[in-house]
């Protein structure tokens, strides 16, 4: 998990030098400041501390024969983790758009300005409707060497730190594969465009006609949800239907 410190302290790094994402964390409202901080202990320390102790403790419980079972070349667990889950993903969080899921993901839509601190933004229970948290943890138990495939985790991790940045110019053919900066803030405007959903790869939403070319950044980001902060945190169900 080096990696993913190193790229948040990085990032973070360069949000405070650059003059204009420095303003806008200066600007962040208390409300914003709560439920950004909170979702980074939840994903930053809840999430892996359950996974390391308590669903490697439940498996041991209702699975044990499976523990190190899958004996894989150190490339397949690393492609099995940034591209299958990738994909995995991909579909999970097209379902967290859906009716049914969305007021859990919409509080990650309520930030005015995308920025690495909006990589955590969630209601408190989201990560547990996220394929990262079960299926990571169920292959970390199954490997019988999961050092590669945590590699994978990581990058992904890292990478999902890098799109939610405010750091939108890179190369075009960089976009060709990857889900960039400016890719992403598209998924996040105001106008509420359900496209780009793949994490690691722009391949996926290619693949089933949710791709949207970044052209050039949105004017506004974000939505509104007339709801208090407490239920943003614990209980994001609108008073009013979506859109």
């Given amino acids: 998990m080096m990696l993913v410190f190193i790229s948040f302290v990085g990032i973070l790094g360069l949000t405070l030098w650059h003059e204009e994402q420095r303003r806008v964390l200066k600007n962040r409202s208390r409300e914003e400041w709560i439920l950004d901080l909170s979702g980074l202990l939840v994903q930053g320390i809840g999430v892996p501390i359950l996974q390391t ?7 041991l419980v209702l699975i044990p024969s499976w523990q ?4 894989l070349p150190h490339l397949v667990n690393f492609l099995l983790s940034f591209i299958v889950v990738d994909y ?16 859990f993901h919409s509080v990650h839509h309520t930030t005015s300005f995308v920025d690495l601190l ?21 292959l970390i138990f199954m490997l019988a060497e999961p050092s590669s495939f945590l590699f994978g985790v990581s990058l992904t991790a890292a990478l999902d730190i ?10 075009p053919t960089l976009s060709q594969l990857f889900i960039t900066p400016m890719a992403h803030a598209l998924h996040h405007s105001a106008s509420g465009t359900d496209k780009n959903f793949g994490s690691n790869f722009s391949l996926w939403d290619r693949l089933h006609g949710t791709y949207l070319a970044p052209r050039s950044a949105p004017s506004r980001f974000g939505i509104t949800l007339p709801i208090s902060l407490r239920r943003k ?11």
């Fill in 162 to 171: 890098w799109r939610h940045s405010g750091f939108r110019r890179v190369s």
């Fill in 68 to 71: 190190g079972s899958l004996h």
């Fill in 233 to 243: 945190l614990l209980f994001p169900f609108p008073r009013e239907d979506r859109g």
């Fill in 118 to 138: 909006t990589t955590s933004r969630n209601c408190l229970w989201t990560p547990f409707l996220l394929v990262y948290l079960w299926v990571n943890g169920l």
């Fill in 53 to 59: 102790f308590g669903l490697y403790h439940l498996f």
């Fill in 88 to 103: 995995l993903y991909y579909w999970n969080h097209r379902l967290l758009h859906s009716q049914a899921l969305w007021p």
